[in-house]
């Protein structure tokens, strides 16, 4: 036996330099062969096996000894039978141990000790030296990887995961065993204990040893059995936290651990320790620079949710203490404890108990989620919402807490940031999903419940119970001497006054008659919808669109309340309580309904964000909404409509447009498993014609966008189709109008992806649409023109140049059918409507459209200025007729030769007093007549264009068949045909200009006088109608000709000015921009009548030049210049749709090259001139703020330049008002690098003498400020520079640095939950989309 081997002095050799550890009786080992080595192990082997005790054998232990010291040189074999020799004899001596401490063999326990510490130190040093071998190889492998340089092998046996696993075993074996009768000394015991758990604790450096779950749990076993039997509380509790300092892997490990001891051992005072000491500790952000000692939240984190996920009832347990982090610096920090009150109370929840205190537990956490949700930093506030969304998904509904859920997620729908505006749809949509109001069938319809609540008050008002009705017998027998003189009245008033106390404390409830009508009228009610679905389309919807809510009135019983007083019902205490309780039921339910109500027009709000995620959830709200049957949700569909417009040039747009497309296949076009194919069609057909009810102008494009696209997808089906012809055609009995119309609607929708759908049912338009009823129904009419239009069908988008489409011979049914129903006589408005889709569709399907126009025309005037109608003689109208009708039958066709063009252009016109006779006697007539002329004007110069195209490809086509024989033919051909396509372009340009309305033979030139005359004189021509009429038609012509333009602009200008009429101005606004798109020198010399629009008083006036002003500038036809400030005062316009128009204008604007940048001296000149129409200086703040909110600023050279120019606008600006408005500019500025600084330092003898105004003073202070901050990021040169403006300011201020440091100073932050909600950002913060804008822009233009 050796005396000389002492554990504590041995280790402490160890952890010097194992090179100069020194052994008595050392081998070489690095000299020896492998045959050499295995024969030393032999000896190892002989001696061991004769007795584990052998150990102790100088000769023996000092061989093992050496081999550890030069384990490097040892082959994995070699090594490998090492181990195993070792793990042999210490296995026989811990079952040795074993038996004699069973035994109490007292007198072996020294011996046992003596060698049990010989195989611990070798053991110990063995699982040292492998740890660090696989450290050097996965640190070699992950440099050499990068390196690409090939892998790097682990020089460890290949089954050492296994050979540790029992290693550790047999240490957890020998950990059980009462080692306090051996070691009976404490500092013996912790020094052996220490060698344990030191091996334990690297085990968890290494990341990839935790993926080996077997030996991640010996290791458990091995700290467990420490900590409970050996006294290694506080050891490992500093080891752990110090593991969560360095080690981030270690997070997740060390909480399954502790679970580990609390499941395995029962002992969770260790879990205590810890999270009472990180209740303590104190966490920063890692943001901030010089933490490196403080605690990394990141890591604390995850080992506390970890933690909460496998030991909640602990965490429970000591949250007293953990609950102050709420407070800490660290975000990271407070993002765990909110999501650990989550997960608390979902395991309180699932929990069957059910006591007061857990309650208040759980309350106590609902309040912490609340006020979190004022915390400043967003990622609170978005993981509070993402907690509450789990929370929803519990069996248990918390009705009162969803209320004020609803509260927070509304409030917060106008969140600065975009993501908690996210989630806080997120848990709208969830909150409607899970809602508990689940007894009616779970539809949310207000009207519904409201008329259950109505209805449950009124019986609730007329029942009592038994023992109210005692009382108030009792009542009558206490006052019988009243009786004589006041027979009656004691008793009434003595029953009215507990009648009324009673029912002003009934809250709800329901009772078992009212369950069973409640079932009764559900199974009803189910019934007829099967019944209904099962019917045809048109009996189901006869009614029209009124059909659509449809009111339960067998929910709740009714009680009958008659005029006079009746007995109440006497009913028993358990049916009040019943109905009670049923009463606060529906007020709850009512109330979310009214709040989910409230938060729909924000939510809509958020359909035009920027951000595809903010847009795609808004959708799933909108669809979610609409399935539990919430009324406002139709809105907010329709509102969806416009994102198929958005651009799909990004991934963002793509998934926008797929989303929307899948919303609408799933709402109305995919069938329902649970019917009938039959019952799927009707319904299917019956949703999309309730899509066209109510809808605007933009709305049904965007429709008509949405479901073409689903038609060329092959989304619906072609029974469907048959079924929306079948409700067009009916005419068995009655149908609503508004469903025939629908019906046409949807089919001309669907035949623009498929022109087949409207090509099979050509008789039936002509039959229905442009027969009888269309006659009596215009609307129907107009539609059906619209669908007929299809049959030309659709440009692709591939395709180049001016579409021709599909053409038919004139003498085909369509055009006589087309010409009739222009002809019809009518005083509807929707005359005019209908009448231009029926020239468009003559003037797309017809192969010589002006041949019938003109005979359209011709016959409307005939019918005017006629004889027949007056007994009278008028010349003129005669002249105009018979003119009209001299020469060939084609009406407008021209004559080329142009020398007699001004005397035919001096043509007696009528006269005013016929003219005057005619518009006294049928000035609607006239207005149509009018109406016509000026569409066909219009069309006829788009179909001069498709006359155009065809020539040039016939032309192109015959040169393309001719045989080039030689090189210079072919130059030769390419000249002539160059020359032959410009000549058909000046023919088709001197029609235009010269011939359409200036030829003598020209039916549409005897109108361009009449036109005048009206429009010049509207004091004698007063009709409102015919003026506007005759307004649309003025400018329609001078779309044809620049000659014509030019003429008479200024009078169209003078009407623009001078007219009354709202619909006129808006008709000339839209004209101009048509004219600026034909002509754009002409309407850009007079480009300020339009930008005088924008101060019109009318919205509809405005609103149409602020759309025609961004047409034209995004596209390049005008040229933006100074009157752009008009534009920006839209920005706060009362009216949100004009606002909105402005944001989008200057959003798209930014996109531009340098657009904003180069103008906006002007915008900020014009903002701050001191005139009648000065925007105030709260109003000129918003404006800026959101101009400078582009990146136009963000280039260096740009924003240096800004602020020479403003400092410059010192000089001239008018004392206060003025120097406020360009210091607030100026603090608009980024100021990301010094020169910007220099500038304003150079610029200071401008603006010195105005520092003294305490705005002014701020407004740099700001300045200053945001150099200051950015100082982290930049060299010293900004600092030094910052210091100087700031010496200077304040010198020149007159303030000192004292004041000036506290009138600068932040205030303190408050505590969370005193945060008020200005913190919220107004909805401006969430800037409209394009989509919406752009669609409505193309629509009107």
Known sequence: MTSSFVLQEEIRLLQNDTSNYHIENEIDIEGQSEHDLARSLNYVTEHIEVSSNTITDPSVFDKVRSFLKYFEALTPRIAARLHDILLSAFRTEVKTTSDDLANNETSTFGEHRTCLEHYIFLIYWYLELSEEAAKAAASAASTKSKRGKGRVYDD??????????????????????????????????????????????HFFENASNLKVIDLKLAIFRILSLCVKNYDHLLAAQATVIQNLQYWEHCAEPMAEWLHYLIDKYDYGQLTDELLREIGNQEFKDTAVK??????????????????????????????????????????????????????????????????????????????????????????????????????????VKFPKRRQTLCSLAIRHLEDKSSSVRKYAVRVLTKLISTHPYDMYGGELTLENWQDRLSKLEAELEASTTESDVLGFVAIDALQPTNRDEQPEEPSASAAATPLGNETQEVEMNDSEKENAAITDSTSTNDNDNNNNSDEDIVDDTLSGPTNDNVNDNDDVPTTKINATPCPKTVISEEKMQQLTLMKTFLIDAVKFIEQIHKSIPIVGQLLSSKSKLEVVESMDFFMTAYLYKVKLAKAGLKKMLHLIWIKDTSDEGKGIKMKLLDCYRTLY???????????????????????????????????????????????????????????????????????????????????????????????????????????????????????????????????????????????????????????????????????????????????????????????????????????????????????????????????NDISKEQEEQQTTPLQSQSLRQSVNRNPYELSQLFFIVGHVALKQTVHLEVVEAVWKRKKLTKEEGKEKSSEAMEDELEQVGGTAEDDIGDAIIRIREREILFSGKSLLARFGPLLIEVCARNKVYTDRTLQTMATLALGKFMCVSSDFCERHLQLLLTILEKSKDPTIRSNIVIALGDMAVCFNTLIDDNITFLYNRLADEDKMVKKNAVMVLTHLILNGMVKVKGQISEMAKCLEDSDQRIADLAKLFFTELANKDNAIYNN?????????????????EESFHRIMKFIFSFEFVEKGKHAENVVDKLCQRFQNAEEGRGWRDIAFCLSLLPYKTEKSYRKLLDGLPYYQDKLHDDAVHKYFLEIIAKGRSAQKLQKAELKTIVDELEAKVESISGISKEDKQKAAKPKKKVVLRAIRKDQRSSSSSVPPSSVTSTDELSTII
């Open 156 to 201: 460890r046996p290949a089954n050492w995961t296994v050979q540790q696993k029992k290693t550790y075993d047999l240490l957890a074996w020998l950990l059980e065993l009462k080692l306090t009768k051996i070691w009976t000394l404490p500092p013996d015991r912790t020094a052996l204990i220490n060698l344990f758990t030191k091996s334990c604790y």
């Open 1160 to 1176: 906006l001296p002007d915008i900020i000149s014009n903002l701050t001139a001191k005139n009648s129409s000065q925007v105030d």
């Open 669 to 895: 076009i995919e069938p329902d498993t649970k019917l009938s194919k039959r019952q799927n069609i009707n319904n299917i057909a019956k949703y999309l014609i309730e899509l066209t009810y109510h809808t605007t102008l933009a709305e049904l494009t965007s429709l008509e966008q949405v479901l073409s696209t689903l038609m060329a997808e092959g989304d619906i089906s072609n029974a469907v189709v048959e079924k929306l012809w079948e409700v067009y055609g009916f005419s068995k009995g009655q149908i609503s109008k508004q469903q025939r119309r629908g019906a046409i609607i949807i089919l001309g929708m669907l035949a623009k992806a498929n022109t087949e759908v409207a090509s099979e049912k050509i008789d039936l338009m002509l039959h229905i649409g442009l027969g009888s009823v269309g006659r009596t129904d215009l609307v129907i009419a107009k539609y059906t023109c619209i669908a007929l239009q299809r049959l030309a069908g659709t440009k692709s988008d591939k395709a180049r140049g001016v579409y021709e489409g599909k053409r038919f011979p004139m003498s085909h049914p369509v055009f006589a059918k087309l010409k009739e129903v222009v002809q019809s006589q009518s005083t509807s408005m929707e005359w005019f409507g209908m009448t231009e889709q029926a020239l468009n569709a003559i003037y797309l399907l017809g192969e010589h459209p002006d041949l019938l126009c003109g005979e359209i025309i011709k016959s409307k005037t005939r019918e005017i200025f006629s004889d027949d109608q007056d007994d009278g003689k008028k010349p003129e109208s005669n002249d105009m007729t018979n003119d009209s009708n001299d020469g060939n039958d084609d009406a407008m066709d021209v004559d």
């Open 290 to 395: 010089d933490v490196k000692d403080t605690a990394n939240p990141k890591t604390f984190s995850t080992f506390l949710l970890k933690l909460t996920d496998l030991a909640p009832r602990s965490v429970l347990k000591n949250l007293g203490v953990l609950i102050q982090q709420l407070d800490s610096e660290s975000y990271a920090i407070r993002l765990t404890l909110i999501e650990i009150a989550g997960k608390l109370i979902v395991e309180l929840t699932q929990n069957s108990e059910e006591s007061q205190s857990q309650k208040d537990q759980i309350n106590g956490f609902f309040d912490i989620l609340e006020e979190r949700m004022l915390d400043p930093i967003s990622f609170c506030r978005v993981k509070v919402l993402q907690t509450y969304i789990k929370i929803l998904d519990l069996r």
